[in-house]
Nanobody, 128 residues
């Protein structure tokens, strides 16, 4: 069973920073995992979920206009992790942030499969 686990959310004052992590992990399978591409979405109460940032397999990145220049999506040194650096946070950034990724599973029998997974979300609250 493969899971995406987000972490790094919390309460921060306006102008502050956070770094969110999204890690693919598996249990009961003896294999390697790699995040091929990933999106970070967010959803605030009463609002629709919106795409915040994405990174492709070729490391091309895209950002919502509302966060461009303040947020940065990147890959970690570990191939199963992606990050979202949030700088200059504003109250309107308050939301639950979700990671959505295509995870490649390299199995012991040399088979390879790609599956899409969603994380459980991490709360970011920006308030003074």
């Amino acid at each position: 069973q493969v899971q995406l686990v987000e972490s790094g959310g919390g309460l921060v004052q306006p102008g502050g920073s956070l770094r969110l992590s999204c890690a693919a992990s598996g249990s009961r399978i003896s294999s390697d995992l790699m995040i091929v591409d990933a999106n970070w979405d967010r959803q605030a109460p009463g609002n629709q979920r919106e795409l915040v940032a994405s990174i492709s397999g070729a490391a091309n990145t895209r950002y919502a206009d509302s966060v461009r220049g303040r947020f940065t999506i990147s890959r970690g040194d570990a191939k199963n992790t992606v990050y979202l650096q949030l700088n200059d946070l504003k109250p309107e950034d308050t939301a639950v942030y979700y990671c959505h990724a295509t995870v490649r599973i390299f199995r012991d029998d040399h088979s390879i499969d790609d599956y899409d997974y969603w994380g459980q979300g991490t709360q970011v609250t920006v308030s003074s």
